[in-house]
């Protein structure tokens, strides 16, 4: 499908990005940086992927959807990252409209199926902790693909719609959005068309891809704690809440950073504040998350050793 062909008569060929800044001694310093947290980003992610394949241990629920969150991460960081070092090296922040488009487009299907994943993690944690004796057959390799099949399908089906509807809007006026990479919030106020039923669409997506998840996710760590307080050795209760805090400092990022930015529709004050929260979302999670599950994780750091000595090796017997 051409989605950029969808932009009925509009005049705007093209957008402009301001970036994070319009001072150019900052520039530099900014490429170096960024550059950096995606090589970090990037490369602890499938150090992560590494560790999982390499580690029969991992071979478990729990790390199948870890190792499919940590492909999210680095797609999520390479939709914005990538661009934003270009526009800094060439100085050019000018981003055609089907481009625009598509970025959003990808950017919310990664997002979104992010919440679908992190609640499938919750729910796995759930029946690891809640249900034991029956979490073989309800967790089995089948419904693991068909619970990130849905969560890929949900996500999806949210992102086409956001993009087809986004692609009726006309945009006649000034083309210069005030962030690093094309978002819905920022084109609305561009837009020389009435945006209220686009409004309306990404508040049901809101309300069903945020609230909805984080309220399921809720409900599952609320039985995981009451049967966690059940059990009467403190190291059984260290590790049983050791396995969920990880992913709840995730959860807590991810969906902190994703309800302060879409909440607030219209707001062309809050411009310079969506920067922060952009980065938050698009650079600093993705790159926190390895970080997360390997600190709090002996399995992970075990497994990652290995791969570290393995590959050692490999690079002596090639004389390296």
């Known amino acids: 499908m051409d989605l950029g062909a969808l932009g009925n008569d509009s005049l705007v060929t093209e957008f402009v990005l301001l970036g994070l800044t319009e001072t150019p001694v900052l520039q530099p310093i900014l490429f170096v940086i960024f550059l950096l947290a995606y090589i970090v980003t990037v490369g602890g992610n499938f150090s992560i992927l590494a560790a999982i394949f390499a580690e029969p241990k991992l071979h478990t629920p729990m790390y199948f959807f870890l190792g499919n969150l940590s492909l999210l991460d680095v797609g999520c960081i390479s939709i914005t990252v990538p661009a934003m070092l270009r526009h800094f090296m060439l100085k050019d922040r000018s981003i055609p409209y089907r481009a625009c488009i598509s970025q959003l487009f990808f950017f919310h299907l990664l997002a979104g199926t992010d919440c679908f994943l992190l609640t499938v993690m919750s729910y796995d944690r759930y029946l690891a902790i809640c249900q034991p004796l029956t979490y073989t057959t309800r967790m089995g390799w089948g419904i693991q693909q068909a619970l990130v099949g849905m969560s890929y399908l949900f996500s999806f089906s949210n992102a086409l719609t956001q993009t087809v509807a986004l692609s009726t809007l006309k945009f006649c006026g000034p083309n210069v959005i005030n962030h690093f990479y094309c978002d819905l919030p920022q084109l609305f106020q561009l837009s020389c068309s009435s945006t209220q039923l686009n409004e309306q669409l990404l508040f049901v997506a809101a309300a069903f891809m945020g609230v909805a998840p984080l309220v399921l996710i809720a409900v ?31 959860v807590g990022i991810f969906y902190g950073t994703g309800v302060f930015n879409y909440m607030r529709l219209g707001s ?11 980065i938050l979302n698009t650079v600093i999670s993705p790159m926190l998350n390895p970080l997360i599950y390997s600190l709090r994780n002996p399995d992970v750091q075990g497994a990652l050793r290995r791969v570290i000595d393995c590959g050692k090796k490999t690079l002596f017997s090639l004389g390296w």
């Open 268 to 278: 062309v004050e809050a411009s310079d504040k969506d920067k922060g929260i952009g």
């Open 220 to 250: 599952s760590y609320a039985h995981v704690v009451a049967a966690v307080l059940r059990i009467r050795s403190a190291e059984g209760r260290k590790k049983a809440f050791s396995t969920c805090g990880s992913h709840l400092t995730v």
